[in-house]
């Protein structure tokens, strides 16, 4: 068989079974090899930023690799802004991409780049197959690598897609990750028993039963238990645990660690501003906090956890209702709309279980309020800052989600960086809501600009506002294949909203409000 | 003042007039800048791919660079793919990518990434500013190479903006472009009169009267003029230079250039296939051909072409009006629509000095041949293979070319890449014409799957199909403010293009045929 069989035999047969597709010219024998294995799932994306969006958010709730199908350097580019916040999340992604046969990169053809720097400037692992017998297991070490939480590109020479001689591999598991050291445990488990100690989890513990261990070890010692303010996946509401959440801004980050003497790290980093400020310090927490990294991310969280549980005490520990948030549902709101009334009504109207990806970058904080005693679901937010990733990220978690309800909430700004992803909702029939926030501006960059001490004029007004002309989101979303309604009033998103939680496949809802 | 408002400034007084914006939350300070210099005209994108892609445009218009104004890595990564464009039409641009204060990088914020990895990816210059005082000078250090022809990406850490003790500087003129040494110019004299020459010339030579030039020297020698199949900018229609243009497929490129014995080259580049295909030559030209490679498109292609002309006493040489297009426009079409009748009607109602940007990759083969004898015209194709040029291309084209009607050519594939350049031409109320042709389909992937001897089945057609649903071009026009028509038969498109050629402002006219 060719390198290209070889490899796409070597993705199933490792446990790939989406790939997220925006194909090129140069990846013809890639796709005939794709054409000819059933058990893989092809979704067409129009614009790469969509293959790479809906990977991420794929991994997120499946917790395996998709792969990605993307054209030699441009192509890849048109990815990268979705894989920076993907490696962001820890997202392991398969990226195939595509390059010149080996001999042709000797001359300068229009599609000629640097396919191995721009794969560096973001993958964690970037391999360039030699020949077609190296395919298979290259790509066998790009699947063990991002199921391990990596992005992991292959660049592929067509060559070595076309030549023959080539039989598939199955990838390896990745390595197991490391554990701290026992006297790091020990002096954790100590500091977590003084007072004003804060234990702040990352990772699986927000999200799976690992988080019940947390809350034991913070029932046990009395130490506050924490989260950070971006988390690639989170459970909330009824039934999901009470913790305290970071804050966006800077001084409201440093009120809430204000009082925390001592900061235990497990899959967490130090608290960090988003940006530096004039004047402003980069970590947040108070001056004098101790603070002890026990765990990155990259390292096994679940089993420090229950290390520390042991070594606290707390493995009988009875939580008690208080540590579970409660069902609390809001009435149906009527009257002038608000985000705070768009808010209850999602909360009155979502079903358990449902999924939401939040990008509503100044109208979220009002939705998120109002879902903390909704029913229980997860919740995801864009990890690297780079927006746009709502609406791909939404597919990804659709592909893996059957049956649960995927709720897409985005500022309008961030939407229109990848509104392409609606018509691979429309084809693949996802059963996803949007909620577009329209309020027509890039809000969060005059909250910016107020921050460095600046008013806004002319030009800041041409490039912040997005009115001469407003856009149309029922126009844009129909001419995507997705059905759409605009609200003014909140009779009109209860009524769309009831009706998007009531029937199947893609809505969307733009909000005036 | 601050390092912004002297980056500003030395933009201003080195003749960048315009920056295209997609700004976030890092730029603050230079946004701020930007505020108080009215001789700025900031036009924002909704997607850095329109910013890249207008500078591109930009460039080859007024022949002077234009700012792209673009957010750390991921947002840089947005614009690439038309940086790639960019760079292989050598249209100069002046990118300023913010980042972090330089302190911050130390921390593993959510937007931290690898700006300088992914500049030099695609960019001929990079620098980071160290700090404030830098920065003016590191900025006139950019419009030098971007003047240059070349992508110059400048790295602004927040603190060096916002820091003050900065002055602004000039920018000085890029070097002059090194001339071929005189033995090389007598040999490529020689060859030139030799039986069976070819002069294949690129760059200014095909759109400014140094094409008579080269045109003179033809006559003079009998060598055939010829000019590569992409081409950054082409003087086309009436009273343009008759030359034999490569072709893009490798046969027919083959037998166009099966009887040259003796190539010379001038600005153009060794004749390349686009891809590699097994079995087939990436250099098209015939075996044994003596290629003489004159002077690339970096050197002095007007100071050689005037040598040549010389030193082969071409000088006054008169050219006849054979050697020039006429003017030959069709009669207005009618009846059943087909893409011969949609380039007659372009060409019978286009008006003079129109700029047509065409990425209608499939489809425009016939228009380009109904254009041949068309009123006078400039012409721009896609130089780097990655689609998705098109509408940023046609939005910088028109805010350099204010007066003459730009009409953009797209496939239906292309024009989702970057629709979102769709607002900016609605709210900068710029003269363009869209045509997009609407197949449903990745045409040119169907070929190529041919190509490679491949047939399609059901993963291809996932793949490679845009139907179930397909797209509604008048409502995604519509929903970004552009009035658009959907066209069907001949006397349908005769009336909307005639329409959009006697209004100024944005039409989009989708033609299924």
Same mark, same amino acid.
């Given at each position: ?164 001689? +080539? ?7 990745? +390595? ?154 809001? +009435? ?25 990806? $939040? ?79 329209? $309020? ?74």
């Amino acid at each position: 068989m060719n390198g290209a069989e070889s490899l796409v035999k070597t993705l199933v047969g490792s446990g790939v079974e989406v790939v997220f597709a925006n194909p090129g010219t140069s990846e013809m024998h890639f796709v005939a090899a794709l054409d000819r294995e059933p058990a893989m799932r092809c979704i067409l994306c129009l614009f790469e930023g969509g293959t790479s969006g809906a990977a991420d958010g794929y991994w997120r709730m499946a917790r395996k690799p998709a792969a990605t199908l993307l054209h030699l350097a441009p192509g890849f580019g048109n990815a990268f802004a979705n894989l920076h916040n993907a490696r962001k999340a820890r997202s392991g992604i398969v990226n195939v991409m595509g390059e010149h046969a080996t001999w042709h990169l000797a001359q300068e053809s229009p599609l000629k780049g640097d396919t191995e720097g721009i794969s560096r400037a973001v993958s964690h692992w970037t391999r360039v197959s030699r020949e077609a017998g190296d395919v298979a297991g290259d790509g066998a070490e790009a699947v063990r690598a991002a199921k391990g939480g990596q992005i992991a590109t292959l660049i592929l020479p067509a060559n070595t897609a076309w030549e023959e001689g +080539a039989e598939p591999v199955v990838a390896g598991e990745p +390595a197991r990750p490391r554990m701290p050291r026992e006297d790091e445990i020990a002096a954790a488990a100590a500091a977590l028993a003084e007072p004003g100690a804060a234990l702040m989890v990352d990772g699986e513990a927000l999200w799976s039963d690992l988080g019940l261990v947390a809350a034991r070890i913070a029932a046990r010692t009395g130490a506050r238990l924490m989260a950070p303010f971006f988390t690639a996946r989170q459970r909330r509401g009824a039934g999901s645990l009470r913790l305290t959440r970071l804050a966006y801004e800077v001084d409201p980050n440093r009120a809430i660690l204000a009082d925390v003497k001592t900061l235990v790290l497990v899959g967490a980093q130090r608290p960090t501003a988003f940006f530096a400020y004039p004047g402003k310090p980069s970590l947040n927490e108070a001056p004098g906090t101790k603070v002890l990294a026990l765990a990155s991310l990259e390292m096994d969280v679940a089993g420090t956890l229950h290390a520390l549980e042991a070594a606290v005490g707390a493995e009988g520990v009875d939580l008690g209702a208080e540590a579970f948030m409660p069902l609390a549902l809001p +009435a149906v709101p009527d009257g002038v709309l608000t985000l705070d009334k768009v808010g209850q009504a999602i909360a009155a109207l979502m079903p358990a279980e449902a999924v939401v990806v $939040n990008e509503a970058v100044t109208s979220g904080a009002p939705i998120a309020a109002a879902l903390a005693t909704a029913r229980g679901h997860d919740w995801l937010v864009t990890m690297g800052g780079a927006i746009g990733a709502c609406l791909p990220t939404a597919v990804g978690v659709a592909v893996a989600c059957a049956g649960r309800k995927v709720l897409a909430l985005s500022g309008d700004g961030s939407a229109m960086y990848t509104l392409q992803s609606l018509w691979t909702m429309a084809r693949e029939g996802l059963d996803v809501t949007v909620v577009v926030f329209a $309020n027509h501006v890039y809000k969060i960059l005059h909250g910016e600009l107020a921050n460095v001490g600046a008013t806004a004029g002319r030009n800041v007004a041409r490039m912040f506002d997005m009115v001469e002309p407003k856009l149309d989101w029922v126009a844009l979303a129909s001419g995507h294949g997705v059905q759409a309604v605009h609200c003014t009033t909140t009779a009109e998103f209860v009524a769309a909203f009831g009706r998007a939680m009531a029937e199947p496949g893609p809505h969307l809802i733009a909000v005036e409000c």
